[in-house]
């Protein structure tokens, strides 16, 4: 077994100021975004300075988006005791598939507001979310959160506090899974011209396959266990509709033409 890296949580701590590994990994998710994100600008028409608006609206929702996501399927019970409990951010989580739902609907105003097709700027926003995923579970590998189920492999990690067993890193999993891989199939897929809607409903299949599969390895949220057939963890069951909606997008996709964004920019 391997023994667990014991990283400190606070990478800096200026008095009462302190600055959380977990807190970086947001900026690293934003910033990476910003910065490939200006690199395309043109593809959507759009100058490089769009990119920093189009990231305040992101940012809003996967905060807002996030922090209600998991209240809704992680904590109902706690917010329905005290409504407030949503609000404390220390005590509790984010959803990835609440922040999902955030980010689309601060994608649908931000097209709105550029004269922009909905798909088309998911499209174009899709190869850059796994930065954010990837360094996501990096901060939760670091903060020994989303802690994986006892395992005798060669590679198990012993975490602090959780009884002395080998459990599978299954944070690392996620960000080979849900960042270094998603990333590179998407970024390669889009750099060519593709149909409308196809490379979101990629990212819809991948992610969901991704996180349904690496749920097997992680220990299921203690407050609700296994919910369906004894082995089905919440994860997984949010994960189903993502595969199901990105198939039928990709299926989608196939009636509409190649959406080449910089000829159309060209073009006008």
Request: some cysteine; charged content about 15%.
């Amino acid at each position: 077994m391997l023994a667990y890296p014991d990283i400190d949580p606070i990478a800096v701590s200026l008095g009462p100021l302190k600055v959380h590994w977990y807190g970086l990994m947001y900026v690293v998710g934003f910033v990476g975004a910003w910065w490939l994100g200006r690199l395309r600008a043109a593809r959507l028409g759009l100058k490089p300075d769009d990119i920093g608006d189009m990231l305040f609206y992101g940012a809003l929702g996967v905060v807002l988006g996030g922090r209600l996501g998991y209240a809704l399927f992680y904590g109902l019970d706690r917010l329905i005791e005290n409504p407030l409990w949503l609000f404390q951010i220390w005590d509790g989580g984010m959803s990835f598939h609440g922040g999902l739902i955030g980010v689309l609907i601060a994608s649908l105003l931000f097209a709105r507001k550029h004269g922009l097709a909905f798909f088309q700027l998911t499209d174009f926003v899709a190869p850059l979310v796994p930065i954010g995923l990837g360094a996501g579970r990096i901060g939760n590998f670091i903060n020994h959160e989303l802690p994986g189920r006892v395992t005798d492999v060669p590679w198990a990690m012993v975490f602090p506090g959780m009884g002395g067993q080998g459990r599978h890193p299954s944070s690392l999993y996620q960000f080979c899974l849900e960042g270094v891989v998603l990333f590179t199939i998407l970024w390669l897929v889009s750099l060519t011209p593709r149909r409308r809607g196809f490379v979101s409903g990629l990212f819809l299949v991948c992610y969901g396959c991704f996180r349904f599969l690496s749920e097997f390895f992680r220990q299921p949220d203690p407050q609700l266990g296994f919910i369906a057939f004894g082995w089905l963890t919440m994860g997984q069951l949010l994960s189903l509709p993502m595969i199901l909606a990105g198939a039928a997008l990709v299926v989608w996709s196939r009636r509409n033409a190649v959406d080449d964004a910089r000829a159309d920019s060209a073009a006008g």
